[in-house]
């Protein structure tokens, strides 16, 4: 792993090979839990360029595929910080209860004063409690264009619906349990750190819908130490090449070696994979000889490395040009045609 992020320090084709593995990564994670997706699906779903109707199983890839784009994006100590796990588990957008204010104390001192304005006193209740929480609203819409942490969070259990979530299984005490783990093991090898924490969160089932998001905390943990300063592990990558008898065995050493070995085949796969591209890179790049400074085929080639498959729309759309245009372009490169079809083509890599 360390000789992979070594090598992606200096790669030419560092981008083009992060962008790949987050797809890939998320269409693992979906694999793992025994769900099929597409990984030509989730890139067309990415790009708002769906050929069906999306599945729920795309949709949940599409928010692995987010989730890792976030931590990747943020700062190594993000994602198993205060904020970041909020934000992962969902409980970063919860509003704050609704504070006292102004028009409250005016509709109280009208009632107490004896107005008669033509209603009742209940809907002159009815009436304050609107204007209040109109305030409150606005009061967390300016704290949110501000930039500040607003108050206390209402549970979000509250808000579940019981068809979908089990209300008796305590997300908050779960995740605090496997937080203990993170900080029991906090002197511990970074490696060794990730494969208790991947366990961990497998054992305690901390979210209802979301057992993917363990492994990415813990590529978190790996960036955040250093160990992959210059990406994100791939791990649900590796863990799909682990047999599931020994994910999860009874005997914890047992799983504690087949999150080492998952470590080990992340690793493997994203140095294969890095290879692959570089060489990849370099019989594209003999096509750009004798074509003008102001080709669009260099950017056309970062497009076809950071995909794994590009469509006609695609390559329109992100180098700006006709759909001759872009046939050309893409005739140029001599990219190879996966779909078989001519009212819908896709192009890949070879």
Request: charged share 25%; glycine share 6%.
């Amino acid at each position: 792993m360390a000789r992979l992020d070594e090598r992606l320090a200096r790669s030419p084709v560092r981008d083009g090979w992060i962008e790949r593995q987050h797809f890939a990564d998320a269409a693992a994670a979906l694999w793992i839990e025994g769900e099929l997706v597409h990984l030509e699906d989730l890139v067309l779903h990415d790009a708002h360029m769906d050929i069906r109707t999306p599945t729920h199983d795309l949709t949940r890839a599409h928010a692995v595929l987010r989730a890792r784009r976030h931590i990747f994006g943020n700062k190594p100590d993000w994602a198993l910080g205060r904020d970041g796990l909020l934000a992962l588990t969902g409980r970063g957008g919860a509003a704050a209860e609704p504070a006292q204010n102004g028009r409250d104390g005016e509709g109280a001192s009208s009632s107490e004063e004896g107005v008669d304005d033509g209603g009742s006193s209940a809907e002159q209740d009815a009436m304050a409690h609107e204007f209040a929480e109109i305030d409150a609203l606005l009061a967390r819409s300016t704290n949110v264009l501000a930039g500040i942490q607003t108050g206390p969070k209402r549970p979000i259990a509250n808000d579940r619906p019981a068809l979908v979530y089990d209300l008796d299984w305590d997300e908050d005490a779960r995740l605090a349990e496997w937080q203990a783990v993170l900080r029991a093991t906090i002197d511990l090898p970074a490696v060794l750190r990730v494969a208790l924490l991947i366990d961990a969160w497998t054992e305690i089932e901390v979210l209802q819908h979301a057992p993917w998001l363990g492994p990415l905390l813990a590529a978190a943990l790996l960036r955040q130490t250093g160990t992959t300063a210059n990406h994100l592990a791939s791990l649900s990558v590796g863990l799909r090449a682990i047999q599931r008898d020994r994910r999860r065995a009874r005997d914890k050493s047992v799983r504690l070696l087949a999150v080492l070995e998952t470590i080990h085949a992340a690793a493997s796969a994203g140095l294969k994979e890095h290879d692959r591209l570089v060489l990849a890179r370099g019989q594209l790049e003999r096509r750009l000889r004798s074509r003008r400074t102001n080709s669009k085929l260099p950017r056309l080639i970062d497009l076809v490395l950071a995909r794994p498959l590009v469509s006609t729309a695609m390559v329109q759309k992100e180098l700006e040009v006709s759909r001759q245009g872009a046939l050309d372009l893409v005739g140029a490169l001599n990219l190879r045609e996966i779909t078989g079809r001519k009212r819908f083509q896709a192009w890949a890599v070879v």
